[in-house]
Nanobody
């Protein structure tokens, strides 16, 4: 069974930075489109960012555009989410999700249903 694990969450003050990492077990992450989602207490799951397999196109929600950056590190077999200028409203559990790449498929980066493997999440807390 494919598993994926997030790391790098923690506590930071407003304006600070954190870097999250998504690391799968027993697969090559470049074979997958990868998305980051988050869920704040009492809120619905929200799309944050995504990066495609092979060509590395990136997508961001309007709420994080210009502050967050998603990237691949194929040498480490990870996908990373660098979060700068963090705000209290960024506080949430952040989840990494994988969608297996296939040339015939259309990728919908913000569609939860398109991803078939999810991590357990990592908590990010931003204080005032």
């Amino acid at each position: 069974q494919v598993q994926v694990e997030e790391s790098g969450g923690g506590w930071v003050q407003t304006g600070g930075s954190l870097s999250l990492s998504c690391a799968p077990s027993d697969l090559t992450i470049d074979d997958y489109n990868v998305g980051w989602f988050r869920r704040a207490p009492g809120e619905l799951q929200e799309f944050v960012a995504a990066i495609t397999a092979k060509d590395g196109r990136t997508y961001y929600s309007d709420s994080v555009k210009g502050r967050f950056s998603i990237s691949r590190d194929n040498a480490k077999n990870t996908v990373n989410l660098l979060m700068d200028d963090l705000k209290p409203e960024d506080t949430a559990v952040y989840y990494c999700a994988l969608d297996r790449y296939a040339a015939w498929k259309t990728f919908f980066p913000s569609s939860v249903a398109r991803y078939d493997t999810w991590g357990q999440g990592t908590q990010v807390t931003v204080s005032y």
